[in-house]
């Protein structure tokens, strides 16, 4: 059974920063590219290919950034000059077909 737990969410302000973690087990994370979805409005943030190419929805191209630690079984996500609009509930897993989702952590920006 492949557990996925997500956290680093949080109230900011605008502009403010954080930085997302997930923790995978019961599988490798090394074969897999990975991801983070904002769930409840279907879409993807950004993406990691197992050689570590990374890509972006356009809203958040040159904010966030996307990383692996293969070794550890882990996927981040530095987020950066957050906006009201990232406010969500995010989520890691591998690109479809997708593992069992976790509990998402929420992002909240606001002043």
């Known amino acids: 059974q492949v557990q996925v737990v997500e956290s680093g969410g949080g109230l900011v302000q605008p502009g403010g920063s954080l930085n997302l973690s997930c923790v995978v087990s019961?599988?490798?994370?090394?074969?897999?590219?990975m991801g983070w979805f904002r769930r409840q409005e279907r879409e993807m943030v950004a993406t990691i290919t197992t050689g570590g190419n990374a890509y972006y929805k356009g809203s958040v191209k040159g904010r966030f950034t996307i990383s692996r630690d293969n070794s550890n079984n882990m996927v981040y996500l530095q987020m950066n000059s957050l906006k009201p609009e990232d406010t969500a509930d995010y989520y890691c897993n591998k690109l479809a077909p997708f593992w069992s989702w976790g509990q998402g952590t929420q992002v909240t920006v606001s002043s």
């Open positions: 019961g599988s490798t994370i090394t074969g897999y590219a």
